[in-house]
C-alpha cells in the first residue's frame, strides 16, 4: 500500500507537470502553425513541423533502443498510422487558416468521442457505460460550437471534421501497435510525414518568399513538436494514462489563451459553454476511470 502511495506521488511531482508543459508546447505549436499558414504554403508549414520532430526525437529513440530502434514488428501499420497522424495534421493546420484557435481545437476533441464509437469494430473492445456516457455528452458539446451562426460554422470546419477522424484512427491503431517499443512508434510518427511532404516540397516552395520572422516561427515549429512529443513521451513513461489525460483538456484553455493574445479572438459565451461541456465529459471520464482502476 506504502509502494503504490509513493509511485502515485511520485507521477503527480514529475510525470504531471512533464504532461501540462507537453500540453503548453503542442499549443504553442498550433498557435505558430496559425500564424504560419495565413501567408504560407500548409505542405511547407507542415513539413517543418515534421522535420523538426524528426530531428529531436531520432536521438532520444537511438539513445533509447540503441540502433535498432526504427526496427517494427508491424511496418504497414506503423506505416498507416503515421498517414492517420499526417493526415490529422493537414486538415487542423488548413482549418485553422480560416477558424478561430479555440474552437478549432476544441472541435478536434471530437477524436475520444470517434473513438469510443469505434473500438468495437476496429479493437474487438467493448465500451463501458461511463465512456459510452461521456461520449454522448462531449458530442452534445461540440454540437453547440458547431450550432448555427457560430463562428465554427465556416466550410472550413470539414477540414477539422476530417482531421479529427483521422486522429481517431490514428489513437485506435496505436493501442495496436503495443508488440513496438514507444520509442520506435515515436520515430514512424515524424519520419513518415518528413519523408512524404519532402517529396511534396519542389511544387510547395514556389513563389514562397519567407522573411527572418516566418523563418524563426518554422524554426519553432519544429522545436515545439519535437520537445511536446518528447515530453509526453517521458510523462507516459512514470504515470498511467488515466492519471494524465484530464490534463489534456488544458490544451483548449492554452488554446483560448494564444487565440486572444495573439489573434484577438475569443469564444462568444454560448461557445465557452460548449467548450466547457467538452471538458467537463473528458475529465470526469478519466476522474472515473482513474478511481475504478485503484478499486480493484
Not at 140 to 168: T, W
Not at 192 to 213: D, F, K, N, R
Request: with cysteine.
Amino acid at each position: 500500500m506504502r509502494a503504490a502511495h509513493d509511485r502515485a506521488a511520485h507521477a503527480l511531482r514529475h510525470a504531471v507537470p512533464l504532461y501540462v508543459l507537453a500540453g503548453l508546447c503542442l499549443s504553442s505549436l498550433d498557435a505558430t502553425a496559425k500564424y504560419l499558414v495565413r501567408d504560407h504554403s500548409l505542405l511547407i508549414v507542415v513539413w517543418a513541423r515534421y522535420a523538426g520532430q524528426m530531428v529531436v526525437v531520432t536521438p532520444f529513440a537511438w539513445h533509447r533502443s540503441g540502433g535498432s530502434f526504427w526496427r517494427t514488428r508491424s511496418v504497414g501499420l506503423q506505416l498507416l498510422r503515421s498517414l492517420f497522424l499526417l493526415c490529422a495534421t493537414l486538415g487542423f493546420w488548413g482549418g485553422l487558416r480560416y477558424l478561430p484557435l479555440a474552437e478549432a481545437s476544441s472541435v478536434t476533441f471530437l477524436a475520444p468521442i470517434i473513438v469510443v464509437a469505434l473500438s468495437w469494430p476496429v479493437l474487438g473492445e467493448r465500451a463501458t457505460r461511463a465512456r459510452r456516457v461521456a461520449s454522448v455528452v462531449g458530442f452534445a458539446g461540440i454540437l453547440v460550437l458547431l450550432r448555427p451562426g457560430s463562428a465554427v460554422m465556416h466550410p472550413a470546419v470539414v477540414l477539422l471534421l476530417a482531421a479529427a477522424f483521422s486522429n481517431a484512427l490514428y489513437q485506435l491503431l496505436t493501442r495496436r501497435l503495443l508488440g513496438d517499443s514507444m520509442h520506435t512508434t515515436l520515430f514512424y510518427s515524424a519520419s513518415v510525414g518528413t519523408v512524404a511532404l519532402t517529396l511534396s516540397l519542389p511544387w510547395a516552395i514556389g513563389g514562397e518568399h519567407a522573411g527572418a520572422g516566418a523563418l524563426a516561427a518554422l524554426l519553432a515549429l519544429g522545436v515545439f513538436a519535437g520537445l511536446g512529443h518528447w515530453l509526453m513521451t517521458r510523462a507516459y513513461l512514470q504515470a498511467p494514462a488515466s492519471l494524465l489525460s484530464p490534463f489534456t483538456y488544458l490544451q483548449i484553455l492554452w488554446a483560448t489563451a494564444f487565440g486572444f493574445l495573439f489573434f484577438g479572438q475569443h469564444p462568444d459565451a454560448v461557445s465557452a459553454a460548449g467548450m466547457a461541456i467538452v471538458i467537463a465529459s473528458g475529465v470526469l471520464l478519466a476522474a472515473w476511470e482513474h478511481l475504478r482502476r485503484h478499486a480493484h
